[in-house]
């Protein structure tokens, strides 16, 4: 039996990134459905908290869909969300945690093909990290 | 195992739509109903055929009566299409239409799953129970009304702000027209003539300032700049600095052209771009508006030769600070040439090579024989996406307006100037739309294109006269062509207008191309993050005069319809402070770009206030709260957490 892909939580933005995600279905592109997203209104709102409960909660990865330069909101988020990452990055050490299991990349509002290959990239980098561990 | 949201004894519908059968294709509604059913709170789970139909809506509505329910989840398309016909139906059942929460199982599932149906189906689940998680805790909101100014600031009297003042006091607004310059007509008054029409630029000008005069609800004010903006939307309170003129009526026109002649001071004419001189006391041209000419004070000697000649001149005249109070602002800045580097294709190294506004400022000067520093031009070449285009330089986009104004510059030299010999050394001319007329008339009338690319500019040799220009040309299986010429014209392109003083005041959010940036460039073209804040022409990106018109009358529609009904309505999804986890350490502050955020005492202890006429809801405030005394409304801690909860199966 084919074995589940590993769940991935996404946080897309209501204006930008989130676009996106609905593009490529438009487009019928497909990527692993263990991806879920939760929509925020700017990837430099994401709460490290969140993304440390979602590893609790069972998702093997996090991925920042993050709105980069196109963010309405002002040039700013760039910094701000790499923050987030930053200080995320630090508590999932403390939890033993790797990095790598929290991306992040500008996903503009009809970056559909980068979002699936961002998507199809990290699940199968997810898998082989379980697939070496067992 | 499918985890359960928590209980919060809401009474939810949750409606699955089969969207004809976009989604039932692919996902088991009935084995998603059977899944959705059984979680607590679910008083009824539903299929329908399409949940936006007509009938669809009424169901809805009755059963939010009839059961009664206090929240309801819609299982269906993207949100970005039907999440306010939803808010509707729950508000027309009775319900607050934030106690309604929209799934999007198509475009983020049915579809990019399409391949493996079972596991779409349990995605369905998931994503569906992230739905009833989140409305069983929301909140009921409600939309702030705030009344509205029936006024407008305009900045920028070019022809995109001139052309929106004229609209929207026809519409019954009361226009503040804000110019920079002591002069209105911004870039286009500098432009000659154009294509497609051959109207000039100043004709053009003068005829949108004498319909704008004709109104009288707008107040324009030249030499002007906007120093302070305090409030929001529909009530926006901006300080004005009015630089002094030094000249005021009355005086006629004869007796300014009379204080002109007398001035001693000559200096370079910037609105010539240098290629000329001008008067301390000056008009740019003739027909200038407002018809009345300014001393340049950084330049005058304070001589008083002109005060012999005309009483009007005050050259104690102070600026002054006034006050306006409008609902919105609408940004017409415009933009700036690009100025060549030192050295960039030979610029600045020999006086032959000059800008394509420099050239537009030679033609409209030009009577007779065309001569250039007083010898006759009988050879151009044009070399084309200078400053645009650039794949390792900062200006990556193509300044659009440039290839069709060079090829008219080009027909008018050869036609009404008589020059020969014109080569245009470009890399893929983009006259496009009806603007191709334009390089068919060119190209059969003997000017010579030869095209290169990007990694292998033309080279220009200025030590000797005539300049050559050696390309290898693409056209011609890259066969080295030299071409020797009188004349180099570098077709530069447009860069955002230096503003940043009026940027960090408006706090206008700006692209990767460093223009103003619009919400979305297709769906809110002329809108921007600041509610109530529009742009429109070429400060939002490279525009030719029609498309700047077109963006003005979008952006004027926008205003219009912010302002028409008196009152105003603000999405509620704001930043919220819970003063009792606050410990007031700033960081919600520092991270907060919209001023939206203020320390206050309760009982004489400091904590973060939310003003909530500044919020834009963006939730930077957010993660930097060490306490997370901070949430965003409809997006708040408790919301998220069980949305995850739940997705996590």
């Known amino acids: ?134 | 195992m499918i985890k359960e949201p928590n209980f919060t004894g809401k009474r939810i519908g949750v409606y699955i739509c089969q969207c004809g059968s976009n989604i039932s294709d692919y996902v088991d509604v009935e084995k998603v109903r059977e899944e959705i059913s059984r979680g607590k709170g679910v008083s009824l789970a539903k299929i329908t055929m399409f949940a936006c139909a007509d009938s669809a809506q009424k169901e809805i509505v009755a059963d939010i009566q009839n059961e009664p329910l206090d929240a309801i989840v819609v299982a269906s398309c993207s949100p970005k299409l039907h999440l306010n016909t939803f808010r509707g139906v729950a508000e027309r059942g009775g319900l607050n239409p934030y106690n309604y929460v929209q799934v999007n199982i198509r475009e983020q599932d049915s579809w990019a799953h399409s391949d493996k149906p079972a596991q779409a189906t349990l995605k369905a689940i998931h994503l569906i129970r992230a739905g009833i998680a989140k409305v069983s805790l929301s909140e009921p909101l409600t939309p702030m009304t705030i009344p509205a100014e029936n006024s407008v600031a305009i900045v920028g009297a070019g022809v995109a702000g001139m052309r929106a003042a004229i609209e929207l006091a026809d519409l019954g607004v009361n226009v503040h027209l804000i110019e920079r310059e002591h002069f209105v007509g911004g870039r286009v008054a500098q432009w000659g003539k154009m294509s497609m029409t051959n109207q000039t630029g100043e004709e053009i000008i003068t005829e949108l300032y004498h319909e704008v005069k004709k109104r009288e609800s707008i107040r324009v004010y030249t030499g002007a700049n906007i120093i302070a903006s305090k409030g929001s939307i529909g009530n926006f309170n901006i300080q004005v600095k009015i630089q002094p003129r030094y000249v005021e009526p009355p005086c006629d026109p004869e007796s300014f052209k009379k204080a002109i002649e007398a001035c001693p001071v000559e200096v370079d004419d910037e609105f010539n771009f240098n290629l000329t001189k001008r008067k301390a006391i000056f008009f740019n041209y003739r027909s200038e508006f407002p018809a009345m000419p300014v001393v340049d004070m950084a330049a005058c000697t304070r001589c008083e030769e002109c005060l012999k000649y005309c009483h009007g001149i005050r050259l104690d005249q102070q600026y002054r600070i006034i006050e306006i109070h409008v609902g919105s602002i609408f940004l017409a800045t415009g933009f700036n040439p690009y100025e060549p580097k030192k050295g960039e294709f030979g610029y600045q190294e020999h006086p032959n090579v000059i800008t394509f506004q420099q050239l537009k400022r030679l033609l409209d000067l030009t009577k007779g024989e065309f001569r250039f520093r007083g010898k006759k031009i009988e050879r151009v070449a044009f070399i084309y996406c200078v400053g645009s285009r650039q794949i390792d330089g900062e200006n990556k986009y193509c300044a659009r307006y440039c290839c069709t104004s060079a090829i008219h510059a080009a027909i008018q030299l050869r036609q009404e100037l008589k020059v020969p010999f014109i080569y245009h050394i470009n890399k893929g001319i983009r006259t496009y739309g009806k603007q191709e007329i334009l390089y068919e008339q060119s190209s059969t009338s003997g000017d010579v294109y030869l095209q290169f690319v990007e990694d292998d500019p033309p080279v220009v040799e200025v030590l000797n006269n005539p300049i050559k220009v050696t390309v290898n040309d693409l056209l011609t299986a890259h066969m080295e062509v030299t071409v020797t010429t009188d004349l180099v014209v570098l077709i530069t392109g447009m860069v955002p207008r230096v503003n940043t003083e009026l940027i960090s005041i408006l706090k206008v959010p700006l692209g990767k191309d460093h223009f103003y940036n619009e919400i979305h460039p297709k769906l809110r073209p002329v809108e921007t993050m600041i509610d109530g804040l529009v742009i429109a022409g070429c400060c939002q990106g490279p525009r030719n005069i029609a498309e700047s018109a077109s963006s003005a009358l979008a952006a004027v529609s926008k205003v219009y319809s912010i302002l028409n009904k008196g009152e105003i309505k603000l999405e509620p999804t704001l930043a919220i402070v819970n003063p009792a986890a606050c410990e007031w350490c700033g960081k919600c502050l520092e991270a907060c770009p919209f001023d939206a955020i203020e320390r206050i005492e309760t009982e004489k202890v400091p904590v973060a206030r939310i003003i909530e006429s500044n919020c834009k809801g963006c939730g930077m405030c957010t993660p930097v709260c060490p306490t997370e005394a901070i949430d965003i409304k409809g997006y708040t801690n408790p919301e998220v957490r069980s949305m995850i909860e739940a997705m996590s199966g």
């Open chain 1, 1 to 134: 039996m084919e074995k589940d892909p590993p769940k991935i939580l996404v946080f897309s933005t209501e204006k930008i990134s989130d676009p996106a995600l609905d593009l490529a279905g438009l487009m019928k592109l497909h990527y692993p459905p263990t991806v879920h997203a939760v929509v925020v209104p700017c990837s430099s709102s994401v709460r490290p908290s969140w993304i440390m409960h979602a590893f609790e909660c069972g998702f093997a990865g996090v991925f920042i869909a993050a709105d980069g330069s196109d963010c309405p909101y002002g040039e700013t988020c760039i910094e701000k969300t790499a923050k987030i990452v930053e200080r995320t990055h630090v508590m999932m050490r403390e939890k033993g945690i790797p990095t790598e299991n929290l991306k992040m990349a500008a996903v503009c509002s009809v970056c559909a093909e980068l979002f699936v290959n961002q998507m199809r990239l990290f699940a199968g980098e997810l898998a082989d990290k379980t697939t070496n561990a067992t």
